[in-house]
């Protein structure tokens, strides 16, 4: 079964068998004199013309209601109707061997998200139709001869309007008429964007930076504009220049709504930025943004967790706060205490999880990993442990210590965030530790001495929360309510735990057995 241009796998079957067309529908929406009797008559009174003939000439059999696929208008939701237009192409068969050699090397982040590029090379199957009959474009610059139909193009170097001004010369170059009728058409909108890497590195503009900028090393952008927007630049520099654009993608999944749907104007579920901004600040967005899902991975947008993301900068702030009240020690002290071991241990860890991330240019790694360290580590377990050592006087064993490690630790916290919350960790930054910025001090070491006490993280983790249990469960009998956490309490430090009875004995007020 087929016909001319029915649906698009007509296309493809005409296209393929170079088969001759009968067109029955022309631009106007009307149809053609091969339409005998219909013809001049639009294609929904025909429908209804076609049924009413059969019916008079008894070949109809019954009518009913059936579903069945039709392609729709994206904007206007009516039935498409394919007609035979000419129009321009730009070569890109011949070159999809060569852009699949290139897609095998550029580095892709997430690698995952290659296989949408190698998927749409496989697929593409015709040249590249370029122009388009719509009003808001970038103009084709073409001028036709009246007289012989020859297209006349004008000198490179400037933008021209061809459908309403006059063309640069004044004869044509074939045939010395002088009359022309420009070009109506626009380009495809992917024609412009594509060689954005050559507009940004002043390609034919200024050569010297050119070569010095070109190819650039990154595009950024979304996944669902892979098979244009990034093969179609991919396609664009290669034809222009003999080298690829950039050396890495770097391709982020959807922002999608609260229920998961993806947003568009025309459904009326996107998301307004700015007034997010200004009601959580700019850099809870961009905390939320690269902690809401892993790199190109779909996220939902919901303002909840973006007000989440607030409540951690906030938490950093009163971190801050607490740790600003304490003398600033940068070198080492003689000793440290195993509680500060312990966490400049587990500082290594995370110094080296975030360089990971930002390596691989995934920032919910860092995100992640900061917001997981600095809260339910560093803040819940380390500040308590210490607390009563930092607000010891100097002379007590261990002060040095807890000072230089509290802030080693968040000095650390506030460089390795810099890059995705940049203003608050420059506050921070300036207000606890130098009136240089932030962000041209150097990405932090991990030169972990202390690695091996992470191995008692967990048991640090589970024991404070025992006796936080335990406070809760006992009723005091004098005031008939649950122990606070200051209250003193009868619990036994674990044996593997003794390295850090001091801190442990303070933060939660034990009594042993044998001092009672
Ligand atoms: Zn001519």
Same mark, same amino acid.
């Given at each position: ?406 802030? $080693?630790?968040?000095?650390?916290? +506030?460089? =390795?965030?810099? !890059? /995705?919350?940049?203003? *608050?960790?420059?506050? #921070? ?47 005091? $009998?004098?005031?008939?309510?649950? +122990?606070? =956490?200051?209250? !003193? /309490?009868?619990?036994? *430090?674990?044996?593997? #735990? ?19």
């Amino acid at each position: 079964m087929v016909c001319s241009y029915g649906d698009k796998n007509d296309v493809q079957i005409f296209r393929e068998l170079k088969l001759k067309e009968i067109v029955v529908i022309s631009e106007n929406g009307r149809l053609t004199e091969n339409a005998g009797k219909y013809a001049n008559l639009k294609i929904n009174v025909v429908r209804e013309k076609i049924i009413a003939d059969l019916k008079e000439s008894e070949f109809l059999e019954k009518v009913e209601d059936i579903m069945h696929r039709t392609p729709i208008c994206e904007r206007s939701k009516t039935p498409v109707e394919i007609i035979p237009m000419q129009d321009y192409y730009l070569k890109q068969l011949e070159f999809v061997p060569t852009l699949r050699e290139f897609a095998s090397k550029i580095n892709f982040h997430p690698e995952i998200h290659r296989q949408i590029l190698l998927d749409w090379l496989d697929a593409v199957a015709i040249d590249w139709p370029i122009s388009r009959r719509r009003f808001y474009g970038t103009e084709i610059p073409i001028w036709y001869c009246k007289n012989c139909n020859t297209a006349n193009l004008p000198e490179p170097g400037k933008y021209y309007k061809p459908w309403m001004e006059n063309p640069p010369f004044t004869q044509c170059f074939k045939c010395r008429s002088s009359t022309f009728v420009g070009e109506e058409r626009t380009f495809d909108t992917w024609m412009d964007s594509s060689i954005t890497p050559l507009f940004v590195t002043r390609y034919e503009k200024d050569h010297e930076f050119h070569c010095y900028a070109y190819p650039t090393k990154i595009r950024p952008q979304a996944k669902d504009i892979v098979r244009t927007w990034l093969f179609y630049t991919m396609l664009r520099c290669y034809q222009l220049t003999g080298q690829m654009p950039w050396s890495d993608a770097w391709i982020m999944g959807y922002g999608v709504d609260e229920r998961g749907k993806k947003m568009s104007k025309s459904k009326g579920n996107t998301v307004d930025p700015f007034p997010i901004i200004g009601k959580y600040g700019a850099d809870a967005f961009r905390f939320w943004s690269a902690a809401e899902a892993n790199l190109g991975q779909d996220f939902r947008c919901s303002e909840q967790k973006i007000e989440e993301s607030q409540k951690f900068l906030t938490k950093l702030w009163n971190i801050g706060r607490f740790v600003s009240s304490f003398n600033v020690i940068t070198s080492p002290p003689n000793k440290l205490v195993s509680t500060d071991k312990w966490i400049i241990g587990e500082l290594g860890k995370l110094i080296t999880g975030c360089m990971r991330g930002y390596r691989d240019l995934n920032f919910f790694i860092p995100a992640s990993l900061i917001r997981e360290f600095t809260w339910n580590l560093f803040a819940s377990h380390y500040l308590e442990l210490i607390k009563s050592r930092a607000y010891n006087n100097s002379e007590a064993i261990g002060f040095e210590s807890a000072l230089y490690t509290l802030h $080693k630790c968040f000095s650390t916290i +506030l460089i =390795l965030l810099s !890059p /995705i919350c940049p203003f *608050i960790t420059e506050k #921070l930054w300036k207000e606890l530790y130098s009136a240089n910025s932030i962000h041209v001090q150097p990405l932090p070491q991990s030169d972990n001495n202390y690695e091996e006490m992470c191995e008692y993280s967990e048991r640090i983790i589970e024991f404070n929360s025992r006796v936080w249990n335990k406070k809760r469960e006992i009723i005091s $009998k004098q005031t008939g309510k649950p +122990l606070s =956490l200051k209250d !003193p /309490i009868r619990i036994d *430090i674990p044996p593997d #735990l003794q390295i850090f009875e001091n801190d442990l004995t303070d933060m939660h007020n034990l009594q042993h057995e044998t001092s009672s």
